[in-house]
């Protein structure tokens, strides 16, 4: 699912537990995480909850191309990290540094109905898939 379906789904659902309900779904679709990737070298630090992350770096005429897969032990985290995979996974790592996430959550209306804790968590990941971008641009 693409963000901008996601975005349209998220905009026509009126009530928050609606919304959650779709989050979790999101979740729910993930594609199954490797057991062998859940290790404290993919674990996201900074997340209240047990979250994992792995990216795949191809080299392209684009310069480096990241995809990424990633799991949670809860499930609207896991629905947040759908989100996080839509918005950056499968770009060129110069464009994963250029994405505004704020922007995205903002519009759906998500960040204020996040917990602070969710709300670290969420910026714990966006700077891993970052700092995993820089690292792939650096490499090149």
Known sequence: ???DDIIDDFELLDSWDD???FLIELGRKLPPFPEDERSEATKVQGCASQV??????????????LSFVGDSDAHIVRGLIAILLALYSGKPARDILAIDPAAVFNRIGLREHLT???SNGLRSMVERIRADARG???AV
Do not use: F, K
Request: cysteine-free.
């Open 136 to 138: 792939a641009l650096a």
């Open 116 to 118: 602070p804790q969710r």
């Open 19 to 21: 919304r959650y309900r």
């Open 1 to 3: 699912m693409s963000i």
């Open 52 to 65: 994992w992350l792995v990216s795949n770096m191809a080299e392209t005429a684009d310069g480096p191309r």
